[in-house]
């Protein structure tokens, strides 16, 4: 199996000590390189780009949030986790404006991490269960009526599936409120992915907010 190369960044060394003790066992990840703030990681781009870059966002020189928003730029094929101490809804979601595929606080256990970078390599998005809650929860609480922006694209019922999936409702949930079936929102949600080529309920979610259908 092809390793997953990473690069660590974090402003101090005993976390990312922490981090490669971690993964340094790990069969199929290597640890290719590390930077202590942005202008070393910016540097240490131009030589070796990882598949997966794990960034802090306070660091020294610059913001993690605008070291996303300018790596995804400049390399696309290189994903960015945040693993931060912030966890607060408004750097979950510039994080995930910027580009990042992922967002896990650092009191992690290894499970999740490995889960979260075996997920975002294969191309999906990775946001830990107590971010998630929060995000859908907290952030995304309220809803309009109707897509702000045109947007023929969507159904009437698939844009009001759109918004209780941006609530945080779970498919049970939309079923009961809508009184349709579970099969019916699954099939509802399978169209909604196929015409956006959307992913997860975080595809949703942001498609959501880029088209005002939630108010933040």
Do not use: C
Request: overall charge neutral; hydrophobic content about 40%.
């Amino acid at each position: 199996m092809e390793k997953i190369k990473i690069i660590l960044t974090d402003d101090h060394q005993l976390f990312r000590d922490g981090i490669k003790s971690l993964l340094e066992n790990t069969e199929h990840i290597e640890i290719i390189g590390e930077a202590s703030n942005g202008k070393e990681l910016l540097e240490l781009l131009k030589h070796t780009v990882p598949d997966i870059l794990i960034l802090d966002i306070t660091l020294p020189d610059i913001s993690g949030i605008e070291i996303t928003r300018q790596v995804v730029s400049d390399y696309p094929g290189l994903k960015v986790l945040i693993l931060s101490m912030h966890n607060e809804n408004e750097f979950v979601v510039n994080a995930l404006k910027a580009g990042a595929r992922g967002y896990l606080p650092k009191d992690i256990s290894k499970h999740e991490l490995l889960e979260a970078i075996s997920s975002i390599y294969k191309g999906n998005e990775y946001f830990s269960k107590t971010i998630s809650d929060a995000f859908l929860k907290k952030f995304v609480q309220r809803t309009r009526m109707g897509l702000q922006g045109e947007n023929p694209i969507l159904t009437p019922r698939e844009t009001e599936i759109v918004k209780l999936v941006a609530e945080g409702l779970k498919n049970q949930q939309i079923a009961d409120k809508l009184f349709i079936s579970v099969r019916t929102v699954d099939a509802h949600k399978n169209n909604i992915m196929k015409k956006l080529n959307l992913k997860s309920n975080i595809d949703i979610v942001k498609f959501a907010i880029k088209y005002e259908l939630i108010k933040l």
